[in-house]
Every structure is written in structure tokens, then in C-alpha cells.
């Protein structure tokens, strides 16, 4: 895939392809059933369609207590939720056989990269013309407060974005904090424009990035995997800085209100940009380079760095940035938050789960399994293909819904209330509000 087809790719996807190639090659096991409840569910993917038998969500055998139960349901309930990469807020279950035969329909017409975005704004496109109410119940039922709308520099990715704010009442567009805020208070969610690149920049004018936040853009990325005109990328052969035009554009960031993101960016071009920027810097969706060696993990350097600006790091949930093998669970995403708290300070640790993604299981399987196929080029792979991620999702990180297990896991893990509001939303949120206002 030529440099242009992939920078569409990265609107939506933020996946380091390095441990994606035999991502979606096994079934997953199912997961432990909670003290007296039903199955968790996660065994089997199926859609909602396909599926007559009632899931439950959020249901992760942490065995917790009756007391850290309720515990945990206050927390959920009360807390400001943001997930800083929410490729959300639907799932696999989402499409129905009608939404399934189209994208099959489609598909012969289509590149793989086409297919994939078909099946990304499936849902979306129901929802905004009245089709399905699935979209604003997965959120609800999710608990997340806000999370990103991505675009990229482009007017179509600006427009679904903004359709979904002109079109759902129980949506927000948040361009400072207090909006974030209001729309806990008054029982609504909302979402911030972000960007995973700067590639629309490319021509060097700083003037786009002004009609950008214009129109809302509020994070921004960099660079994406490879090195471009503002920054290196984290799996390039040369680990580039920030460039002479990049340390211009983040003045211009910083001087606008846009939030530095390094997720996809080297190390050597986050440790600039935390020099550069007066800003706090934020790492959305990446994971514990100690724990696991990628190259789209942080160093401890890195990590400490971004916590030295006031920023935070975003854990993922995708299982091949957290750890090896097979069958991973949410302990997995939650030993991340745990080293990143105890290095850096709970203060500086975030949710960006970036998994799983919007789409059915044929084109997470077909259309974007050729993308990931054709897109290389990390410049650190230490591990052979058969250690590569085998299973699609966490068992108990399945589908939005579960985000209740996170809250749950904190609780297990011993974090205060104070702790645990800040990880799920409050630390972001310093971040946001001191940035964009």
C-alpha cells in the first residue's frame, strides 16, 4: 500500500502493523463466568443478528467482593469516562444481516481500504438516518463520557464527524473542558475532534492548521508510524526528530489550543516535542515498552518525559501491544497502567483503548488483514510471526460494553477512588483543559 492509500487507513486505524499480521488467526477461548452469574461471553463472535442468546457485559471474574462490587459500580456511574482513542462505540455485534449483505455487495467494487471505511461508518450511517439505535445504546451502556471522533485533513472524515454532532442530541462537541463536564452533568456524552498524522500539512502551510481548529480539532498526531515532514515515526529504520517546520507547527499548536499526540511518533521526536512544546504532551494509545518490546510501546524515557510536561499516557487494549501469546485478558492492559503509574505517577496515566474496531468480522478479517498484510516497515521487530497476536480482542475487553471491567480492575488492583477517577478520565481531561481551555 503506497504512503497516500495508508494515510486514509490512519484516520480510523492506529494499529503498529507489526504485531497484526496473524492477528485474527485463532477463536477465542471463552472467559471466566462472575461469582454467580452468567457466561461473560466472550467466547465466540458472533453478530447480533446472528446471535438469539443474551451477552453480558462487564462481567469479568476479578472476584471482587459485594462490597468492591458496589464500589465499582459507584465509580463507574459517577466518574468522568474518556477514552482518548475510542474506536467505538459498536462492535461486531452491531451489524445486523441487512448492514452484512450490502458490505458483501459492496465489496467486489471496492479496494480493501474502501471496504474497511464501508464497514467503519456502517453503524454511524444507521444511526444519523434513524436505521439503528444500537449506536447511542453501546455508548450508553459503555459509560464513557467522551471520546475522540477521528478525522484527518480531508472534508469527508470532517463531515461524518460533524454529522454525528448536528444530528444526535445526546452528543456533544467538545472544544474546551467544561463542555466535557456539562455533558456528565446533564446525563449526555461528548466527543473531541483528533487527527493521527499531520500528513495534511505536508505542503508546509500552517494556515490548515488553523481552519482544522476551526472546525474543532483539538489532538493531533504528529506523525504516523513513518517519518514525514514534521516528525520521525516509531517504526521507520531512522529514528528522526521533530523537523525545523515541526517545531514550527508545534508552536503553532501550542499557540492555537491542539494537543500534541506522540502515540505513533519515534522517540526521538517525542523526547522533542516535550522539550519544544510549553504544553502538557500525551502519548493516546501505546503501552509499556518494558513490558513489551514494540516498537509502538514508550520507553520508560519517553514515558517519563511526556510525565514531566503534565501529560499522560493513553494504555490500549489491543493484545499484541501488551503482551505475547495467547488467550490475553484485561490483567494484561491493567499490568501497563500498573507499571506507568508506578514509574511516572497514577497521575499520568490514561485510557486510550484503540480496540476493538468498528467493523464486522468479515472485513477485520479480510479487507483490513490485506491492509495490514501490505503496510511494513517497523524498524523493530524482535519477535517472530508466531508470536504475533492470534486472538482479536482481550477476554474481558471484548466490545465497549465491557469498559466496566477496567473500572472493576482498578478496584481489584487496589487504587483509591481519588486514583481511579483520575486514570479513567480526570488526568486527560487536566490535560485537555489546560491545552485547549
Not at 31 to 45: F, L, V, Y
Not at 389 to 412: C, E, H, M, Q, W
Request: net charge neutral; with cysteine; glycine share 10%.
Amino acid at each position: 500500500m503506497n504512503r497516500r492509500a495508508f494515510t486514509k487507513l490512519s484516520l480510523i486505524s492506529s494499529l503498529g502493523i507489526e504485531v497484526l499480521s496473524n492477528s485474527f488467526a485463532e477463536a477465542r477461548s471463552p472467559a471466566p463466568k462472575s461469582p454467580g452469574s452468567a457466561n461473560d461471553s466472550r467466547g465466540t463472535q458472533t453478530s447480533t443478528a446472528q446471535s438469539s442468546r443474551v451477552e453480558r457485559f462487564g462481567v469479568y471474574d476479578f472476584g471482587l467482593s459485594t462490597a468492591e462490587e458496589q464500589r465499582a459500580a459507584r465509580l463507574q456511574r459517577d466518574s468522568i469516562i474518556i477514552d482518548m482513542l475510542f474506536q467505538g462505540p459498536c462492535g461486531y455485534r452491531s451489524f445486523t444481516e441487512d448492514m452484512l449483505a450490502q458490505l458483501r455487495k459492496d465489496a467486489a467494487r471496492l479496494t480493501p481500504e474502501e471496504q474497511y471505511f464501508a464497514a467503519v461508518f456502517a453503524p454511524i450511517r444507521a444511526a444519523l438516518v434513524g436505521k439503528s439505535d444500537n449506536f447511542r445504546e453501546c455508548w450508553e451502556q459503555s459509560g464513557i463520557t467522551a471520546g475522540n471522533r477521528q478525522v484527518g485533513f480531508g472534508l469527508p472524515a470532517y463531515a461524518i464527524a460533524q454529522a454525528q454532532f448536528d444530528t444526535f442530541p445526546w452528543l456533544t462537541k467538545a472544544l474546551k473542558a467544561a463542555e466535557i463536564r456539562a455533558a456528565k452533568a446533564k446525563g449526555l456524552h461528548a466527543g473531541f475532534i483528533s487527527t493521527q498524522d499531520s500528513d495534511g500539512l505536508q505542503d508546509r502551510k500552517l494556515n490548515y492548521l488553523q481552519v482544522a481548529y476551526d472546525l474543532g480539532l483539538r489532538m493531533m498526531g504528529l506523525s504516523y508510524n513513518l517519518q514525514n515532514a514534521v516528525a520521525g515515526g516509531c517504526m521507520d529504520r531512522f529514528d528522526g526528530g521533530v523537523t525545523t517546520f515541526g517545531a514550527e507547527l508545534i508552536a503553532r499548536m501550542d499557540e492555537l489550543g491542539i494537543i500534541i499526540d506522540m502515540a505513533h511518533s519515534g522517540r526521538q521526536a517525542a523526547l522533542d516535542a516535550c522539550k519544544l512544546s510549553k504544553k502538557p504532551v500525551v502519548a493516546s494509545h501505546t503501552s509499556a515498552k518494558s513490558l513489551r518490546n514494540i516498537a509502538r510501546a514508550k520507553s520508560d524515557e519517553v514515558i517519563r518525559a511526556i510525565a514531566a510536561t503534565g501529560g499522560v499516557i493513553g494504555v490500549v487494549a489491543l493484545p499484541g501491544f501488551l503482551a505475547p501469546g495467547n488467550g490475553l485478558t484485561i490483567e494484561a492492559m491493567l499490568d501497563h497502567i500498573d507499571y506507568i503509574a508506578k514509574l511516572a505517577g497514577w497521575q499520568h496515566v490514561a485510557i486510550g483503548t484503540d480496540w476493538p474496531l468498528q467493523i464486522d468480522q468479515q472485513t477485520q478479517q479480510g479487507a483490513f488483514q490485506s491492509m495490514a498484510r501490505e503496510y511494513s516497515g517497523s524498524r523493530n521487530a524482535p519477535e517472530p510471526p508466531r508470536d504475533r497476536a492470534p486472538t482479536p480482542s482481550l477476554i474481558g475487553f471484548d466490545d465497549y460494553r465491557d469498559f466496566p471491567n477496567i473500572t472493576r480492575g482498578l478496584v481489584k488492583r487496589g487504587y483509591s477512588d481519588e486514583q481511579i477517577r483520575g486514570i479513567l478520565g480526570e488526568n486527560f481531561l487536566r490535560v485537555f483543559e489546560a491545552v485547549c481551555g
